[in-house]
């Protein structure tokens, strides 16, 4: 319903910056009241030039909101890749392999892929979330690698190599299975990059430093023309930059746990799912729901 828009809070930053908000409510309340009931003079710079620096600020905020909203579509559309590639090489070595053991441990080494490179995408343990899905002796082998997810694919790639040598493969469809490693290396290494490349840290300082100094400043500017409405003028613009700001800090870290991070466990239980289908597995777990409206 179109009220509900006005004081919904799941799906809002309301939360993270209420604080902030009002506290600089208060703080206009104060220079109000110095004012108002103490006749206190404040100097009277008025409305110009607090315009002109909240039209400056707010096309700022608006530059570095859009290259946030930027990493964060470019690495969803390549989980979305991710999706494509796994269930396209889980589909191929099912019709292409005719050793059904190897085919079994490809597949859930694929599984083990996914859940390595989300967690390692998060910080987390990578090697606790692959385990599960990789031979004992494998995962042990593989317990002091740095970097989890390509030795998985390094270790499937030994797998179709044999595979070629013992004349189960031939070299055409080892081509093709090789292929689909490839665009899982590169979907790796370019979600990687988006996680180790961070927006230039001056940039979100120096708006982050200017948004607070506006909003500290802006009630001494209208304090004496607005009076009493000072504050609420002044919270719904403090919302709204404080908003974009922390919005965009959100939107910088796709992978991260945040309301506004992209919903990686969820995505890697859709994976297992349907590759384990694939294999006629029964004891399917269900789809990951949002907790409190939070889809992680």
Request: glycine share 6%; proline share 6%; charged share 20%.
């Amino acid at each position: 319903h179109p009220l509900e828009l006005l004081f919904i809070l799941r799906g809002s930053i309301v939360r993270d910056i209420a604080p902030k908000v009002l506290a600089i409510m208060a703080l206009s309340a104060g220079v109000v009241a110095l004012a108002d009931i103490h006749r206190i003079p404040l100097p009277d710079a008025g409305t110009i030039p607090f315009s002109i620096i909240g039209l400056a600020l707010s096309v700022f905020l608006g530059f570095r909101n859009n290259a946030c909203y930027d990493r964060w579509w470019e690495a969803r559309k390549h989980l979305g890749d991710l999706v494509v590639q796994t269930r396209a090489f889980a589909r191929e070595a099912g019709v292409l392999l005719p050793d059904e053991t190897l085919r079994r441990r490809l597949v859930h080494a694929a599984i083990g892929f996914t859940h390595a490179l989300t967690a390692s995408l998060r910080g987390q343990d990578a090697h606790a979330a692959a385990r599960t899905w990789l031979p004992e002796p494998l995962a042990d082998r593989l317990q002091s690698s740095q970097n989890l997810p390509d030795a998985i694919l390094r270790a499937i790639n030994v797998d179709l190599r044999d595979a070629l040598q013992s004349g189960a493969l031939s070299d055409i469809l080892y081509q093709t299975l090789s292929q689909r490693l490839l665009a899982l290396t590169a979907i790796q290494a370019a979600c990687e990059r988006i996680r180790h490349t961070p927006m230039p840290f001056a940039y979100a300082l120096l708006l982050h430093r200017t948004a607070w100094l506006f909003c500290l400043l802006l009630p001494f500017g209208l304090a004496s023309g607005l009076g009493w409405m000072t504050p609420f003028i002044v919270m719904v613009v403090a919302y709204t930059f404080f908003g974009l700001d922390a919005l965009g800090d959100q939107l910088e870290e796709p992978f991260g746990l945040q309301d506004h991070g992209l919903p990686l466990d969820a995505l890697a239980r859709i994976i297992e799912i349907d590759f384990r289908e694939g294999l006629g597995e029964k004891d399917l777990p269900e789809r990951l729901q949002p907790v409190e409206y939070l889809l992680l």
